[in-house]
C-alpha cells in the first residue's frame, strides 16, 4: 500500500462515507493555495485522494492529484509552486462509484479535456444514476475513458456537443444525466459552478477581496476569510470571471427542491450553515426533538463522538439530564500508525474511542449517536460502557432507521446489510443488547431541520430516501442489476 494511502479503518466501516467536496477560486493570485485551503476544510468529505486544476495565462493548465490527505500533499512549497495562477479547482474524494478500495490515481478528480474552444477541467460531488448506460453509449460511439468513475461521463458528453463555447457544452452534457451533481467547473478565463435541478448535493459562493469563491461548504468559505454570498440555486449555473463577476442562469426543467437531509444530520460540519441556519444548530434541535419523542430515566447523557455530540447536547437541555463526556475519542486517528493486523483488528473501536470509566461507573447511561447502519460499531461501544461499569444502556439515534442505499453520492452498504432493512426497533434493540433503542421519528426529523409541520407525504421537502425508500430521481443503473424500489403504499 502507498504510504500516501490512508489504510481504511477494518473497525470504521459501520458510517455511511461522505461523499465528494468541491472548492473553487477566480479571480485572486496563486488561488491554487487558496483551494488547498478550502479543501483542507472540506476533508471530511473525502479523505482518500484530492485533486487540483489551475490555470496561468503564460503557463496554461497544471495540475496535481495525490492519495492521502490535503495536509499531507497541498501544502508544500514545492508543490504549491508548480500550480500558478489566478483560477483554480479542487476535490477531496471518498469514491461512490468507480473502483472502490482500489482507486487509481486516474480516478482522482478533477477530470481534465481539451476541446476545440479550449481546455476545460471538472469536478463532482454526487453520483449519476444513469452512468452505466451513458458510458456503454459513449464507448459504443468511439469515446475512450480513462477511469472508471461515473464523472467522466461529463467530459466526454461535453466533447461530443455541438454547442459553441464550455459552458453551452456543459449544460448540454448535463441534460443528459440523471441523479445527483454539484460541479465546479473551469475554462482559461472562467469559473462555473451548477447544481443539480433538485439540489440533492450542496454548492454556496463567496466573495474574497476581488475574487470569488465556490464550495461545498460555508466552512471551507471562512478558513479563507470569504464573505458567504449565497447558495446556488438547485438548478441554477453560474459563470464567473474576474472581470464581469458572476452570471447566472437556469438550464433545466424548474423541479420541487430535494437538498439531502443527512447533510444537516452528519455529512457536513457543524460549523456549516444552510438556508441561514447553522447546522450545530439543527443537530442541537434533533436531540431536542429525539428527548421529547423518546425520554427514558437516566443518569448521563453521553455522545457517540464527534457526530453524535450536538445532538446529545440538545438531548440533555431538554430532558434536564447531565450531559458528560463519558466516551472520549482519540484525535489523531486521521490514519493508523500501524499496519492492522488481526489483533488491532480485534481491538476495534477502542484504538479511537475510550470509556471515561470514572463517570460512567454505576451510572444509567443514554448514548446519542448520529445512526446505525450495520449496527456493529454500535454493539462494541455498548460493550465497552458496561465494561467500564454502566448499570443500564440507552441508545438515542439522531436519525430515522437508514434502511435503503442511497444512490446519490454516497456509499451506503447493499441494502441486506444494512440493520433497519431487515429489523424493527426492538429486534434491534435485542439484537445490540441494549436496554432500549430509539430512533428519530422522519416528522421529528423535519421539524428539527425547520419544517413545523413535519414532513409533506405528498412531496417532501427533502431528499430523504435512505430512510423513507422513496427516491426523487429514478435509480436507472441499479433498477437494471435487479434493485427493487419500494412498493407504493
Known amino acids: 500500500m502507498s504510504k500516501q494511502m490512508p489504510i481504511a479503518h477494518p473497525f470504521d466501516d459501520d ?26 476544510a472540506l476533508q471530511h468529505r473525502g479523505q482518500e485522494a484530492g485533486g ?4 496561468h495565462p503564460e503557463h496554461g493548465f497544471n495540475n496535481a492529484r495525490r492519495f492521502g490527505y490535503v495536509r499531507d500533499n497541498f501544502t508544500k512549497e514545492s508543490l504549491m509552486s508548480t500550480l500558478p495562477g489566478p483560477l483554480a479547482i479542487g476535490h477531496v474524494r471518498y469514491s461512490t462509484a468507480g473502483s472502490k478500495g482500489q482507486t487509481a490515481i486516474r480516478d482522482v478528480q478533477p477530470f481534465f479535456g481539451e476541446f476545440s474552444m479550449g481546455g476545460a477541467a471538472i469536478a463532482h460531488n454526487g453520483n449519476i444514476t444513469n452512468a452505466d448506460s451513458l458510458r456503454r453509449e459513449l464507448i459504443e460511439r468511439g469515446s475512450i475513458f480513462q477511469s472508471s468513475s ?94 464581469n463577476g458572476v452570471e447566472s ?16 444530520v452528519y455529512f457536513s460540519r457543524p460549523d456549516s450553515s444552510y438556508g441561514g441556519r447553522s447546522v450545530y444548530e439543527t443537530r442541537r434541535q434533533i436531540g431536542v426533538e429525539l428527548a421529547r419523542e423518546n425520554p427514558v430515566d437516566a443518569d448521563l447523557v453521553c455522545a457517540v463522538p464527534d457526530s453524535g455530540t450536538p445532538a446529545a447536547i440538545g438531548y440533555s437541555q431538554e430532558s434536564g439530564i447531565p ?41 444509567r447511561v443514554i448514548l446519542v449517536d448520529d445512526s446505525v447502519v450495520r449496527g456493529t460499531t454500535s454493539r462494541k461501544i455498548k460493550e465497552m460502557i458496561l465494561d467500564a461499569g454502566a448499570k443500564e444502556v440507552h441508545f438515542r439515534i439522531a436519525s430515522p432507521p437508514t434502511a435503503w442505499p442511497c444512490f446519490y453520492g454516497v456509499d451506503t452498504p447493499e441494502r441486506e446489510k444494512l440493520l433497519a432493512a431487515t429489523m424493527n426497533e426492538d429486534q434491534m434493540a435485542e439484537h445490540l443488547a441494549v436496554d432500549s433503542l430509539k430512533f428519530i421519528s422522519l416528522d421529528g426529523l423535519y421539524r ?28 436507472a443503473d441499479m433498477i437494471a442489476k435487479g434493485f427493487e424500489l419500494k412498493a407504493a403504499e
Not at 442562469?249 to 427542491?257: A, I, W, Y
Request: aromatic fraction near 8%; charge should be positive; charged fraction near 25%.
Open 150 to 243: 461515473d464523472s467522466e461521463c461529463i467530459i466526454h458528453l461535453m466533447a461530443r456537443s455541438l454547442q459553441r463555447t464550455i459552458p453551452e457544452r456543459m449544460e448540454d452534457a448535463l441534460r443528459r444525466v440523471e441523479g445527483a451533481f454539484s460541479v465546479v467547473a473551469m475554462t482559461r478565463t472562467k469559473l462555473i459552478g451548477v447544481r443539480d435541478p433538485l439540489g440533492v448535493r450542496p454548492l454556496v459562493l463567496g466573495k474574497l477581496a476581488e475574487g470569488w469563491v465556490l464550495s461545498s461548504e460555508t466552512c471551507a468559505l471562512d478558513i479563507i476569510g470569504a464573505e458567504f454570498i449565497r447558495e446556488i440555486k438547485p438548478g441554477e449555473m453560474v459563470v464567473i470571471t474576474a472581470e
Open 448 to 475: 428539527a431541520v425547520g419544517e413545523p409541520e413535519g414532513r409533506n407525504k405528498k412531496c417532501p421537502q427533502y431528499c430523504d430516501a435512505c430512510f423513507s425508500g422513496e427516491y426523487p430521481v429514478r435509480p
Open 249 to 264: 442562469h437556469f438550464p433545466f426543467r424548474p423541479q420541487p427542491s430535494k437538498f439531502c437531509i443527512f447533510e444537516h
Open 15 to 40: 458510517k455511511l462515507r461522505e461523499e465528494c467536496g468541491v472548492f473553487g477560486v477566480v479571480g485572486l493570485k496563486d488561488a491554487a493555495n487558496f483551494v488547498a485551503l478550502g479543501l483542507h
Open 323 to 363: 450531559f458528560a463526556m463519558g466516551i472520549v475519542r482519540n484525535q489523531y486517528m486521521g490514519r493508523t500508525f500501524i499496519e492492522p493486523t488481526e489483533q488491532i483488528r480485534n481491538m476495534g473501536v477502542r484504538l479511537k474511542l475510550n470509556v471515561n470509566r470514572a463517570l460512567i461507573e454505576g451510572k
Open 52 to 55: 487540483i486544476v489551475c490555470h
